[in-house]
């Protein structure tokens, strides 16, 4: 999505940017690790199928995506890729049944050294916010894979509701309506700070 192509997203502990084409070889390596790949439910790629995904995050419409930076590290040395940490994303649709625009969220913090930081909770607030601020939606969801209790947890501190569990799939779906006291305890969460983002 070209919405934020030009809009970095600053917090106390991580900055959001973009996924541009010089993040795709540090991203690549992480995706190197099954594990990571089993927590986040995705497939092995090539280094050349992997700058075609950010193409595609880039361009499709549906899809919305930041590189999380640790903010510290990026202070220190301006140095986006020493500072990557992980990504957040969101996968727009509209639910039929219910009539709504929906936004699924997703956080990765790829590193063992990074995680338990405060990282991803920032990074996802923050992410939250600015898609509520800039889109249509009425609901956020989550799918996540039922033994990641970490990430689990992780959405239930944002109040999201556990909705469904699909075992043959080992899926657990949570969802948050968009609601006035919702957006109100978000409000008191983070606060959203944007800058503009030259990729250059």
């Known amino acids: 999505m070209r919405l934020n192509e030009h809009t970095k997203l600053l917090g106390q502990r991580v900055v959001l940017v973009p996924y541009e084409a010089r993040h795709v070889p540090k991203y690549h390596e992480w995706m190197s ?10 497939d092995e790629l ?61 956080i990765m913090i790829a590193t063992s050294e990074a995680r338990g930081k405060g990282y991803g909770r920032e990074a996802m607030l923050l992410m939250l916010k600015y898609a509520q601020s800039n889109l249509p939606l009425a609901k956020f969801q989550a799918k996540i894979d039922m033994d990641n209790l970490v990430s689990l ?20 779906t949570l969802e948050r309506q968009i609601t006035p006291d919702w957006l109100a305890w978000l409000d008191a969460q983070v606060t959203l700070r944007c800058e503009t983002y030259n990729s250059s």
């Open 33 to 42: 690790c099954p594990t990571l790949r089993n927590l986040t439910a995705s």
């Open 46 to 106: 090539s280094l050349s199928e992997e700058y075609e995904m950010q193409q595609s995050w880039r361009q499709d419409a549906d899809k919305l995506t930041f590189i999380v930076l640790c903010a510290k590290t990026y202070a220190k040395t301006n140095d986006e890729i020493a500072a990557m940490v992980g990504d957040t994303n969101l996968f727009l649709h509209y639910d039929e049944e219910d009539k709504q625009h929906v936004a699924e969220a997703e």
């Open 153 to 172: 947890r992780l959405f239930e501190s944002f109040q999201f509701i556990e909705v469904r569990r699909v075992e043959v799939f080992h899926e657990v």
